[in-house]
């Protein structure tokens, strides 16, 4: 039972950072970023086709995320001006249908050059002993820059000025101008984050086991699952979602069966939302 | 073009040739839109079983794209299950059908009205639950990915990812693909013609009301959740009852066949090209992309690139998609005509 909710924890840490990335841009720009799994997808092909030319791993994974962040701008700066000059949900909707489109462009763009384009970073070592429970070095490493990931990023919205500026963007964004903060400079961060974590997923994920080219539609979905059932716009509420849904993953998947599992996990993710349409940690 | 003969003032006439020329009017863009699917075969491709695969193709979307276009277009319900309504059309009606050896037409009943039963409750819960557009979206998109799930995960019954071979379907529809086409030809006007008949009734009143302003609508009596409900039920019997029809006319099904990738996102598109809530967009969005299908066919691997750049274009330069953008230019072409003591700035409401 032990190792089956430890095992849970280190998925759902991965769900999480999947959904913070997404969560922070539809705080920010109200836009649901569809194309976030594609996103990652292109950091993992980057990183592999780095490794492949004989750079070390982490620099090859250093490059993976700065291309993702690159994307992710690139998206913010191009397609998304006039997104935001919609609002409510026209904003909402044409947001959903560009990045859409966005989506189909790369994975169709990636399918065609690497068709078998798969990210997989061996980690070495014996399993590492937590609690009494052996577990595979990666995905304890894998956890690790996840959770160290996650201090960072709750500490920097928490307590610095660029991160509390961030977060009144998201709550009003006619007051924060007023107060001298840009809103389309703190988008355009936010988006270079947001492609950065997609970028960072991408590596941890591939550290227990390949990521395909074909994983895109997967993670934007785990994404907008964990995004709002912890509740749109809050980071905490990302890696709270994306835990104890990872934990009901792992459970049901272990004592009952794989395509209930699914079945389970998608009713917990709907009923949190019926009962809490906020999201477990919304305002 | 002499449009005059038809904007003449209605003067007082006898009440018998008034109602033939409403009816006439209401009819008359399904009546045309009939008679260009109807002709399209033996002037084009009716020997080519391919394109006219690809014509059923489009026509199923198109019939799909109005029971959407009822619960999202009209009454702004994000529902992104609509593979899966399909879905639960097609495999209740191949199971009722084969396992329970009921006679075609009541498996497509049966059907349509568990598609029906289910669109229903998910309105029910997302007006209950007073859920906004991206968490009706949201809860639908859950329900899609828990529908596919289940259909894998009952393999007896459904035979999973490997598919369903219909034992009763018509070997004929399936083989006659122009049969198909004709088929659907017909379900799809017969759908167009409830959309129009609810356009024209209180119920689109009730509608563009809701749609327009949930709050106004509520407040000038409109009961919001009872409207929202009915267009729900009605759109997701349209989508059942179009599902039912596909798997038989296809003989075989799988997940794939009703999967959220391969169909609600193809119908999203479609019913925003076309124009979200007008009679027509459907039908028009639905051609657009068998076009581009038949057109992509030989592109292999960058078709899907092709596919989304076309959307990002689409979406950048037609916001309010193609019939609003056609009847805004026809306006203002018109005004222009009439002197243009002003141009209408809010075309894109029209009801066509």
Redesign the interface.
């Known amino acids: 039972m032990k190792a089956v909710i430890l095992d849970g924890i280190v998925l759902g840490l991965g769900f999480g950072l999947l959904g913070v990335g997404l969560t922070l841009v539809y705080g920010l720009g109200g836009v649901?970023n569809l194309a976030y799994g594609e996103i990652a997808v292109f950091g993992a092909i980057v990183v592999s086709q780095v490794m492949d030319r004989g750079a070390p791993t982490l620099v090859a994974a250093g490059v993976g995320m700065l291309a993702a962040a690159a994307l992710s701008v690139l998206l913010d700066l191009t397609?998304m001006r006039?997104v935001y000059r919609q609002t409510g949900?026209?904003r909402?909707?044409?947001g959903l249908?560009?990045t859409?489109?966005?989506?189909?462009?790369?994975?169709?763009?990636l399918?065609?050059k690497y068709?078998t384009g798969a990210l997989y970073i061996f980690v070495g070592g014996d399993p590492i002993s937590i609690a009494g429970v052996p577990m595979a070095a990666g995905s304890v490493w894998a956890s690790l820059i996840t959770l160290g990931v996650a201090g960072v990023l709750l500490v920097f919205f928490g307590l610095t000025t660029f991160g509390r500026g961030v977060r009144s963007v998201i709550q009003d964004e006619t007051g924060a101008r007023l107060v001298g903060i840009s809103p389309s400079l703190v988008r355009t961060l936010i988006f270079a984050l947001s492609g950065g974590l997609a970028g960072l997923v991408a590596v941890t994920r591939s550290m227990s086991a390949p990521l395909t080219v074909t994983a895109g539609?997967d993670l934007t979905?785990f994404a907008?699952?964990v995004a709002?059932v912890g509740g749109?716009g809050s980071v905490a509420g990302a890696f709270l979602a994306g835990v104890l849904l990872g934990i009901v993953d792992n459970v049901s998947a272990h004592y009952i069966?794989?395509?209930?599992t699914?079945?389970v996990l998608?009713?917990a993710?709907?009923i949190t939302?019926?009962v809490r349409?906020r999201g477990l940690l919304g305002r | 073009m002499g449009g005059s003969a038809v904007s003449a003032a209605p003067g007082p006439r006898p009440r018998g040739p008034r109602l033939a020329r409403l009816l006439t009017r209401a009819l008359l863009p399904i009546a045309v839109a009939a008679a260009i699917l109807v002709v399209l075969p033996p002037l084009w491709f009716g020997d080519s079983p391919y394109t006219t695969g690809l014509a059923v193709e489009a026509l199923v979307f198109g019939c799909y794209a109005v029971g959407f276009n009822l619960i999202f277009g009209s009454t702004n319900q994000l529902f992104l299950c609509v593979g899966a309504l399909a879905g639960v059309g097609g495999y209740s009606t191949a199971i009722l059908s084969d396992k329970a050896s009921l006679p075609l037409a009541a498996g497509v009943a049966l059907g349509t009205v568990s598609a029906a039963i289910v669109g229903g409750l998910l309105a029910w819960i997302a007006v209950r639950r007073s859920l906004n557009v991206i968490f009706t979206g949201i809860v639908t998109l859950v329900f899609s990915l828990a529908f596919t799930n289940f259909i894998i995960g009952q393999r007896d019954l459904t035979g999973a990812d490997t598919g369903y071979v219909l034992q009763g379907a018509a070997t004929d529809l399936a083989d006659d693909r122009v049969g198909g086409y004709y088929l659907f030809v017909v379900v799809l006007v017969v759908l167009l013609i409830v959309f129009r008949a609810l356009q024209l009734s209180h119920v689109g009143w009730a509608f563009r009301a809701l749609r327009d302003d949930e709050v106004a609508a509520e407040l000038a009596g409109v009961d919001v959740a009872r409207y929202r409900i009915y267009a729900a039920v009605v759109g997701s019997a349209m989508i059942g009852l179009t599902g039912g029809l596909y798997a038989y006319s296809l003989g075989f099904i799988s997940p794939v066949t009703y999967g959220f990738a391969q169909v609600d996102v193809q119908v999203l598109i479609i019913v925003a090209f076309g124009g979200m809530g007008t009679l027509l967009g459907p039908v028009i969005g639905a051609a657009a992309f068998g076009f581009l299908d038949r057109a992509l066919t030989d592109s292999g691997q960058l078709r899907e690139a092709y596919y989304g750049a076309f959307v990002i274009a689409i979406f950048l330069f037609l916001r309010r998609g193609v019939v609003p953008a056609a009847v805004g230019l026809f306006d203002r072409l018109a005004s222009l005509r009439r002197g243009a003591q002003r141009v209408d700035g809010a075309p894109g409401r029209a009801e066509r």
Do not use: D, Q, S
């Open positions: 649901l397609l006039p949900e026209e909402t909707l044409l249908l560009l859409l489109g966005v989506a189909f462009v790369i994975v169709g763009l399918n065609w068709p539609f979905t907008l699952i709002v749109l069966g794989e395509y209930i699914a079945i998608l009713a993710a709907a939302i019926l349409p």
